[in-house]
């Protein structure tokens, strides 16, 4: 008899933990499925403003071409600078007015920095030089022309 009371007892206790256990593996799944139904609606709505703006392709790509066309690309090559004074004077080119990325090379000799800018070449000088005094003035710019800048560091 004591078994059957103690085993009683213990089914009791193991079925009532199960059902605390089963109810919190049912909030766990509720959750999850929150957040299914929120990321399939997300879809839906990434699907529909695709379809909306494919109405507008036309326009966004003419757009984008005329961006690429605004931008230009100059090429800045530098006699005899040190890497120091190199990387000084990228940081001011990237810092200029109009300048959308810039890349250099260095070679103790001949460095280039290769800069994409809105805008014409002179214009690109005209925004660099009152920055970089320390650097150049108009006695080391040996020639500068469309997509050209040369510079003589002596």
């Not at 206790?13 to 139904?37: C, E, H, M, P, R």
């Not at 790509?61 to 690429?68: I, L, Y």
């Not at 920095?113 to 920055?131: A, D, R, Y």
């Amino acid at each position: 008899m004591k078994k059957i009371v103690l085993m009683s007892f213990a089914l009791s206790v193991i079925g009532i933990s199960s059902a605390k256990a089963q109810s919190f593996l049912d909030k766990i799944d509720n959750a999850v499925s929150k957040v299914d139904n929120a990321s399939n609606t997300a879809d839906r709505a990434s699907k529909t403003g695709g379809k909306i703006s494919s109405l507008f392709g036309k326009k966004n790509k003419q757009n984008k071409v005329n961006a690429k066309a605004d931008e230009n690309q100059t090429i800045i090559k530098i006699s005899n600078i040190d890497l120091t004074n190199l990387k000084k004077l990228n940081a001011i080119i990237e810092g200029s007015e109009g300048v959308t990325g810039s890349s250099m090379k260095y070679n103790a000799s001949l460095s280039t920095v290769t800069v994409k800018h809105s805008g014409n070449s002179e214009k690109l000088l005209e925004s660099i030089q009152p920055k970089a005094k320390n650097i150049f003035t108009d006695k080391n710019v040996e020639s500068f022309d469309e997509g050209t800048i040369e510079i003589r560091i002596k």
